[in-house]
C-alpha cells in the first residue's frame, strides 16, 4: 500500500503526475476501501502535517475540477483508474466527494 505521507521520487514534475499517481493507487477498482480511508485522513491532517504529495494531490484534483486540466493528458485518469464514472470530471467530481463529503466543489474558471 502506498503511504500518502511518503513522497513519491519519479516524474514528480510532469503536470497532474500526482494526481494520476493517487487515482492508480486509492481509486483503482481493486484498491480497498481502506485506502480511502487512509487518504482521506492523509488529507485532514492540518496543512504542516500533510505530506508533500498529499498537499500536490489535492491542489492539483481542484485545479482539474476547476476546469484547468492543460497538461492532463488524454485518457490518463482512465488508463490509472479505470473508473467506471464515464467521464474524467464525472470520476474527479467523486473522488472529491469521497474525501472531503460534504464539502463544496471547486469552482470551475
Do not use: C
Not at 502535517?49 to 484547468?68: C, H, M, N, P, Y
Amino acid at each position: 500500500m502506498r503511504d500518502p505521507d511518503e513522497p513519491r521520487d519519479e516524474n514528480r514534475e510532469e503536470p497532474f503526475a500526482i494526481l494520476i499517481d493517487y487515482a492508480a493507487t486509492f481509486f483503482h477498482p481493486e484498491t480497498t476501501p481502506r485506502l480511502i480511508d487512509t487518504l482521506r485522513a492523509a488529507v485532514r491532517k492540518p496543512i504542516e502535517e500533510q505530506g508533500i504529495d498529499t498537499r500536490a494531490f489535492v491542489k492539483e484534483l481542484r485545479q482539474a475540477l476547476s476546469g484547468d486540466t492543460v497538461g492532463l493528458p488524454d485518457e490518463a485518469l482512465w488508463d490509472a483508474a479505470e473508473y467506471s464514472d464515464g467521464t474524467d470530471e464525472a470520476f474527479l467530481k467523486r473522488v472529491w466527494e469521497e474525501i472531503f463529503p460534504g464539502e463544496a466543489l471547486p469552482t470551475r474558471q
